[in-house]
């Protein structure tokens, strides 16, 4: 499905995590792109996968803490397990807001997602007062009862830690106490030193746009936070559900849950 504002010559991370994710939605700069990071990192379809898994997990832990309201920001296209579906599967009356700026994935929003409680904002992660200020949102969500903030491999597409720490800032500061932050980051910590050495050429040579932190790094974004056990650990370590997952150095990101206190 594609409309006529899809620009198929340049790479989409959301089609790119689309094609490592096994979807369809996907061009052959995407592929090629995707097939690049896998040839210096290839347990990156096994990390696209575990931050699936592990945004399973998250969602779900917040709609059994009693969170009902859920903003999703750089959702990507449409897979199994989407947001909403964890979420009213376990409270149907919860309601989700979306948002991308990607085309291809706001006409698979329309087609699919769209009507009801759930809804669709335009916009990039970047510009969180478009976000917040969207006529969309604000019909759908309630900004004086508690919110879920979804940020799952999104952040690390802001390249200043500065500007990142700002954003998430921002976010948190027009959501109530009870509110939840929900964050991913990929990161070089769990990798040797010559495969982090050829990420660092690839993210010079602009053939990849996702910037790695440390754990420290990732760690601000959560100040002022009630961090929800374990803390910040692997994604694939984040409450797992079974005992043979993969191990940190497969899935290379950092994930966490927190909770904005009174």
Sequence with gaps: ????????????????????????????????????????????????????AFHNRAVRHLAE?????????????????????????????????????????????????????????????????????????KETIDLDRPVGILLLAVLHFVASDERAREVVAELLAAVPPGSYLVATNSTKDFVDVEAAARYDAMLAAGHVDAWPRDRATFGRFFDGLELVEPGIVAISDWRPEREDRPAPSEVSMYGAVARKPS
């Design 1 to 52: 499905m594609t409309s006529d504002k899809v620009d198929q010559t340049t790479v989409s991370s959301a089609r790119r995590w689309n094609y490592w994710l096994g979807g369809k939605d996907h061009f052959e700069v995407d592929r090629e792109s995707g097939d690049r990071i896998a040839s210096v990192y290839p347990a990156v379809r096994t990390a696209a996968q575990q931050g699936r």
């Design 65 to 137: 803490v009693g969170i009902r309201q859920f903003l999703d920001i750089g959702t990507g296209l449409p897979a199994p397990q989407n947001t909403h579906e964890v979420a009213q599967r376990i409270a149907p009356d919860s309601r989700v807001v979306y948002v991308d700026n990607d085309p291809m994935v706001l006409t698979h929003a329309r087609a699919l997602m769209i009507g009801g409680a759930t809804t669709y904002v335009d916009a990039d992660l970047k510009d969180p007062a478009a976000i917040l200020g969207a006529a969309e949102l």
